[in-house]
């Protein structure tokens, strides 16, 4: 979709015809179309307002250059496989943290974005994030290493590495930042005698082709949640052949669209 229109002068046609086009489809898609969200540089996305306000403030004040619910929505129910980023799965591990709060006494989600384990100041970036919770507690960490993503569960110290590819891969740069990390970790917080251990789930299920890597991450997390055994480490512990069916990968792919509408 062009979205040219968002830069374009308030005074010209493009941007006219840009804004009256989002506001015919914000009134469409929006969870209770008399208050929405504005999308003004101003508002910022935090303050509902009506039809008629947005508009005014379109004008006065310009679309917020950092808005990305308006491309996410449009084509939310209709993203191409590849088009899950970081966030379309920040968005999903939200969701998942919102329905699932009865598990919280047991569970963290730690909203972890694509950062660069190779940076410095990696391993004190996670020891500050893990002290967050506690030590006996399920963080889920989606990394992409090289436009794929892949899914790191911590869990007291095991280390979990979940790949939707088909052969196993060590992501050793990775894995090793992770492992120093925790580490780190167990040092600051009195467990330095607790060695952390990388475990593959070789028998996870795999991608459908080449391109649906985000989406069996986001399924992974909405399958370990649902299992009150936590039961995965087992499951998934012998390779299989197992892939997620279309259907499985769509339901979260729907899920995001649904929530990202509520956020409008």
């Given at each position: 979709?062009?979205?040219?229109?968002?830069?374009?002068?308030?005074?010209?046609?493009?941007?006219?015809?840009?804004?009256?086009?989002?506001?015919?489809?914000?009134?469409?898609?929006?969870?209770?179309?008399?208050?929405?969200?504005?999308?003004?540089?101003?508002?910022?996305?935090?303050?509902?307002?009506?039809?008629?306000?947005?508009?005014?403030?379109?004008?006065?004040?310009?679309?917020?250059?950092?808005?990305?619910?308006?491309?996410?929505?449009?084509?939310?129910?209709?993203?191409?496989?590849?088009?899950?980023?970081?966030?379309?799965?920040?968005?999903?591990?939200?969701?998942?943290?919102?329905?699932?709060?009865?598990?919280?006494?047991?569970?963290?989600?730690?909203?972890?974005?694509?950062?660069?384990?190779?940076?410095?100041?990696?391993?004190?970036?996670?020891?500050?994030?893990?002290?967050?919770?506690?030590?006996?507690?399920?963080?889920?960490?989606?990394?992409?290493?090289?436009e794929h993503w892949i899914l790191t569960i911590i869990w007291e110290d095991e280390i979990y590495i979940l790949?939707?590819?088909?052969?196993?891969?060590?992501?050793?740069?990775?894995?090793?930042?992770?492992?120093?990390?925790?580490?780190?970790?167990?040092?600051?917080?009195?467990?330095?005698?607790?060695?952390?251990?990388?475990?593959?789930?070789?028998?996870?299920?795999?991608?459908?082709?080449?391109?649906?890597?985000?989406?069996?991450?986001?399924?992974?997390?909405?399958?370990?949640?649902?299992?009150?055994?936590?039961?995965?480490?087992?499951?998934?512990?012998?390779?299989?052949?197992?892939?997620?069916?279309?259907?499985?990968?769509?339901?979260?792919?729907?899920?995001?669209?649904?929530?990202?509408?509520?956020?409008?």
């Open positions: 979709m062009d979205k040219s229109w968002i830069n374009a002068d308030r005074d010209t046609l493009k941007y006219e015809l840009g804004v009256e086009n989002f506001l015919i489809f914000a009134e469409e898609y929006a969870s209770n179309p008399k208050r929405i969200r504005c999308p003004c540089a101003r508002c910022v996305n935090f303050k509902k307002k009506s039809i008629k306000v947005i508009r005014g403030h379109l004008y006065d004040y310009g679309f917020s250059l950092g808005y990305t619910a308006y491309r996410s929505l449009r084509n939310a129910k209709d993203w191409p496989m590849s088009d899950s980023s970081i966030h379309g799965i920040s968005n999903y591990m939200n969701l998942l943290l919102k329905e699932t709060s009865w598990i919280l006494l047991a569970l963290l989600i730690l909203l972890l974005r694509t950062y660069n384990c190779e940076r410095s100041d990696f391993s004190s970036y996670l020891v500050n994030l893990l002290k967050e919770g506690k030590a006996d507690r399920i963080f889920f960490m989606p990394y992409n290493p090289e790949d939707p590819l088909g052969k196993s891969i060590h992501y050793q740069a990775w894995e090793s930042s992770v492992i120093n990390a925790i580490k780190s970790f167990n040092a600051e917080t009195g467990r330095a005698n607790k060695v952390p251990k990388l475990k593959l789930l070789p028998g996870v299920p795999k991608q459908l082709g080449g391109i649906e890597c985000g989406y069996c991450v986001m399924r992974y997390m909405k399958d370990v949640i649902n299992d009150e055994q936590l039961s995965f480490p087992t499951k998934w512990a012998a390779r299989t052949r197992k892939v997620y069916t279309q259907e499985e990968l769509d339901e979260v792919r729907i899920e995001v669209a649904d929530y990202l509408q509520t956020l409008l």
